[in-house]
């Protein structure tokens, strides 16, 4: 089984950055990819960003480009988001995603979420 963790959250100002880390653990050799979504009151989770990890090629939601960055350290099993240029409708609970393959279909596992309040 694979098990993630998310930490980083908090609250800081509009403009400011924060960096949120995920570290996986359990049968990470499973770990195709692994991803941050998030999810404020009242609206559905969203895709942020993902990174794979046998390419290291990464995506992201059209919202965050050019704001936040995915990257990951192989050695320590974790993967990080770094979001500069925060804005209020940044404020949600981020959640870590592995994704892993079961019988050739791609299943995520989460996380249980880190809240980020952006105050403007």
């Known amino acids: 089984q694979v098990q993630v963790v998310e930490s980083g959250g908090g609250l800081v100002q509009t403009g400011d950055s924060l960096r949120l880390s995920c570290v996986a653990s359990?049968?990470?050799?499973?770990?195709?990819?692994t991803g941050w979504f998030r999810q404020s009151p009242g609206k559905e989770r969203e895709f942020v960003a993902r990174?794979?990890?046998?390419?290291?090629?990464?995506s992201y939601a059209d919202s965050v480009k050019g704001r936040f960055t995915i990257s990951r350290d192989n050695a320590k099993n974790t993967q990080y988001l770094q979001m500069n240029s925060l804005k209020a409708e940044d404020t949600a609970v981020y959640f870590c995603?592995?994704?892993?393959?079961?019988?050739?279909?791609?299943?995520?596992?989460w996380g249980q979420g880190t809240q980020v309040t952006v105050s403007s």
């Open positions: 990174i794979n990890w046998t390419d290291e090629a990464s």
């Open positions: 359990g049968r990470t050799s499973a770990i195709v990819a």
């Open positions: 995603a592995a994704y892993i393959i079961v019988f050739s279909t791609e299943h995520r596992l």
